[in-house]
């Protein structure tokens, strides 16, 4: 079982900056993968960007070069750094752990885990 804390969101203005960070603890040796989701109102949960336990990152296509992922291993935290805010990224945030690697066999667990989610609002 995995627990995962978000940072709280906020509102930032049109062109601001905002970090998002998401703490994971219960019982695991590691995680493959972590990251961001979104979902507006009205829209589907989207992808905003992944980090796997090596540090590869990738990113979805309206937020490269603005937004930067990176994760802590050793203290279990990821991070999602929003550089040059757009009205169109309000939404709720979601932290993202999968690949769960568990203690004792080792075995990587495929199931999703989520946070809370946290909102950001943009203003123009």
């Known amino acids: 079982q995995v627990q995962l804390v978000e940072s709280r969101g906020g509102v930032v203005q049109a062109g601001g900056s905002l970090r998002l960070s998401c703490a994971a603890s219960?019982?695991?040796?590691?995680?493959?993968?972590m990251g961001w989701y979104r979902q507006a109102p009205g829209k589907q949960r989207e992808l905003v960007a992944g980090?796997?336990?090596?540090?590869?990152?990738n990113y979805a296509d309206s937020v490269k070069g603005r937004f930067t992922i990176s994760r802590d291993n050793a203290w279990n935290t990821v991070y999602l750094q929003m550089n040059s805010v757009k009205p169109e990224d309000t939404a709720v945030y979601y932290c993202?752990?999968?690949?769960?690697?568990?203690?004792?066999?080792?075995?990587?667990?495929?199931?999703?885990?989520w946070g809370q989610g946290t909102q950001v609002t943009v203003s123009s």
């Open positions: 993202n752990a999968y690949g769960v690697v568990l203690p004792g066999t080792r075995t990587i667990e495929i199931h999703d885990y």
């Open positions: 980090i796997t336990f090596g540090g590869s990152t």
């Open positions: 219960g019982r695991f040796i590691s995680i493959n993968t």
